[in-house]
């Protein structure tokens, strides 16, 4: 007994004295550690530790007014492949070789650009030189396409086994494509230099955000990445773009430049009471005739405004007492020389206006009447009249958030940097001898909508950052009455004189679906040194004006410049692209809200809706939703005509083979029936066909064209 307790006792002591010099053991290697080879193990762990990696944050979105995405980042990819990760090397490179048919084969399928051989031969060539990052696809990949890219053979193994690297880049991209291209702007492909242009340029402080701080420590044979400093991403921009009401814009300039070739086209659509810039666009013509957002000319272009400025001049005139739009001038034959130049009226070689009223000036245009009662008002001190000018603050800068906006030059008579003469004055009345960018010219026209509030346009509306509003921008009076309320009315008068009267250089402005008042404007464009016509005369063509004219929304301008096609008028080319805006964009606001305004102009008489040209199952099935009478029919297309109490119903014959009469019809009806008849079909404008280039009747031959107009 007492020797088995011996044992144990012995067994346990040894034990016992293991346990104790292990311990010494430990605390020995320790003190080893830290005081003797202290420097070695802290130089080996630096090596292994990357210190103050910056962590980028997220560049804030830019979004419409109401919530639409209109700018993101979103991350891409280049991919390299490190051949000299040691894991390719063991075992005389039996890894790499293993894989590398398979690889290059994959790689081939996945990128397309490059056969399985090229691949394997530049892989191969690589490995034997070294290569630390081999590109294996010069363009950037999205994350989708690196997730797939790491299945492939020898990746699916990892970046420490393959050698895989990935270098991530953002990319910044619009849902809407180009739609406010330039007002939205772009950023440099380096994202750490921020904006280029635009929103993105001058709010690019508030989108950047604040990088943070990592370390990157290798761990176990992998890399681990821990955050001392978070990144704060950027802040996100709500501008006060409608996505719907820029849409309009940019289709209705498109098509209105393509019609007369114009170089340029631009057009501003702003809420009259709040400033809220609603759509810009800015197209410009390239060289195989495209045309592109390259420049914010909206907002930047210096130029002679022409015949829109001669509202300004006669406002002053009459806010000073020293005119009135009743007075009589005489225009004569259309020719009339101020000093030693000759002033021309449009209709100058069909005999001139001979004796008109001063609105009638405006109405049509004449540049001899309006510039004959400024040089009456104010040839003695034209000081007083620039002075008036001044006193409206249509020269006062308006700091808006576009980068590269310009600003008015209005010269004054003791100006001593700038030649005044006694031919100034009568030109400046009319347009000339000064230069306001398009969207000071729209504002000056928002003032007289705006019951005489001159504001700033604006195209931001709030800064936000993680949902909660950081700074609000609302509008801001730059001049709180322009001139008299009398004054106003006289000027809103001539205005709607210019749309309606008999005289009116924008009669074609005129619509039935809106009342309009503005503007016309055609200046020949100054070739600096070369005059107006070195090289041919150029023009610049406007209208500028608001809607509706009972109780204005909306204030738009549009400009073309070096128009191709056609007598350069303004009242025809940009009058009729406002035209179309207005109609449309008032369409899009009833429908969006109807209001009071809506029902009170409904003709209580008439109940029984217009209804298009088409299918009537369809019409049927509107019609007993809203429980209105309809007469009887057993075809499937129809005319419906509204009457007094219920909607008549004509036969239209479709037959396979013979081109119907498509007049009234929708788009979509129309368009239907020709495509069952084998024909393909183009389709221009909007709304109901007004015409068709095949006459009804015709044999449709399968295959042929045909073109229907739409208005």
């Known amino acids: 007994m007492s020797d088995k307790r011996k044992n144990i006792v012995l067994r346990f002591g040894i034990v016992y004295t293991i346990i104790c010099l292990s311990f010494f053991l430990v605390i020995y290697r320790i003190l080893v550690i830290q005081f003797v080879e202290h420097d070695k193990w802290m130089a080996l762990a630096a090596q292994n530790i990357k210190t103050n990696i ?245 907002v ?50 069909h005999g001139g206006y001979h004796k008109i009223t001063v609105a009638q000036a405006i109405y049509a245009s004449s540049n001899i009447g309006i510039s004959r009662a400024i040089v009456k008002a104010y040839g003695h001190n034209p000081s007083e009249f620039v002075n008036k000018l001044y006193a409206m603050k249509l020269n006062e800068r308006m700091n808006l ?43 000056f026209y928002n003032s007289i909508a705006n019951d005489g509030k001159l504001i700033r346009p604006f195209f931001v509306k709030s800064i936000s950052h993680n949902g909660q509003i950081i700074k609000e921008f609302t509008t801001e009076v730059i001049n709180p009455l322009i001139c008299k309320p009398s004054t106003l009315r006289d ?41 107006y016509k070195t090289g041919g005369t150029k023009h610049q063509v406007a209208f500028c004006g608001y809607f509706p004219y009972e109780k204005p929304l909306y204030t738009c301008i549009c400009v073309m410049r070096q128009p191709g096609i056609g007598y350069a008028s303004g009242g025809t080319m940009t009058g009729s692209v406002f035209k179309n805006i207005a109609e449309q964009v008032m369409a899009l606001n009833s429908n969006r809200k109807p209001s009071h305004m809506d029902t009170d102009s409904i003709d209580k008489e008439h109940m029984i809706p217009v209804t298009k040209v088409g299918y009537y199952k369809a019409i049927q099935t509107v019609m007993n939703a809203f429980k209105l009478p309809l007469a009887a029919n057993s075809t499937d297309w129809v005319k419906a005509f509204a009457e007094e109490k219920q909607t008549r119903i004509e036969k239209i014959v479709v037959t396979k083979n013979v081109v119907p009469d498509l007049s009234g019809m929708g788009a979509k009806d129309a368009v239907f029936i020709l495509e069952n008849m084998g024909l393909n079909v183009q389709v221009i404008g909007r709304g109901k066909v007004i015409s068709q280039n095949m006459k009804p009747g015709t044999f449709a031959r399968k295959g042929s064209s045909v073109m229907i107009n739409l208005q």
């Open 401 to 443: 958030e576009i980068p590269g906006a310009a600003s008015p030059q209005i010269k004054h008579p003791n100006d001593k940097t700038h030649e005044w003469s006694n031919t100034t004055l009568p030109w400046m009345s009319v347009g000339y001898e000064t230069q306001i960018p398009p969207i000071y010219t729209l504002a």
């Open 300 to 349: 930047s272009d210096m130029a002679e405004p022409g015949s829109t400025f001669k509202v300004a001049s006669l406002m002053a005139a009459i806010d000073d007492g020293k005119v009135k739009i009743t007075d009589t001038i005489n225009t004569y034959n259309g020719l009339f020389k101020f000093g030693t130049r000759t002033m021309t009226d449009h209709n100058a070689n």
């Open 491 to 531: 000027i809103r008068s001539t205005l709607l004189g210019v749309v309606e009267d008999k005289l009116g250089t924008a009669q074609g402005v005129r619509s039935k679906y809106v009342r309009i008042a503005g503007k016309s404007g055609t200046a020949q464009i100054s070739q600096g040194k070369g005059g």
């Open 54 to 298: 910056v962590v980028k944050p997220n560049r804030g979105n830019i979004y419409a007014c109401d919530g639409r995405l209109m700018a993101s980042s979103i991350p891409t990819y280049y991919v390299y492949m490190d051949l000299r990760v040691p894991a390719l090397h063991e075992k005389g490179g039996k890894l790499f070789k293993n894989n590398i048919d398979s690889l290059s084969m994959c790689l081939s399928g996945f990128f397309r650009d490059k056969s399985a051989y090229q691949y394997k031969a530049l892989l191969a060539r690589a490995y034997q030189n070294g290569t630390g990052e081999f590109q294996l696809y010069p363009k950037k990949i999205t994350y989708s396409e690196l997730k797939q890219l790491k299945t492939l053979p020898l990746f699916r193994l990892g970046r420490n086994k393959s050698g895989l690297i990935s270098k991530v880049l953002f990319r910044r991209v619009r849902p809407f494509g180009s739609l406010a291209k330039r007002t939205i702007g772009d950023i440099y492909a380096e994202e750490s230099k921020g904006g280029k242009n635009g929103i993105e340029l001058s709010f690019n402080t508030n989108l950047l955000g604040t990088p943070g701080i990592s370390t990157r420590e290798k761990v176990a044979n992998s890399y681990m990445n821990t955050i001392q400093v978070e990144p704060i991403d950027g802040m996100d921009i709500t501008t006060t773009i409608d996505v719907d009401l820029q849409d309009i814009a940019e289709k209705a300039l498109m098509d209105g430049v393509k019609k007369f070739d114009a170089a340029v086209g631009y057009v501003i659509l702003m809420e009259v009471h709040s400033g809220e810039v609603k759509a810009i666009v800015n197209l410009q013509r390239n060289e195989d005739g495209t045309y592109t957002e390259n420049k914010n000319g909206a």
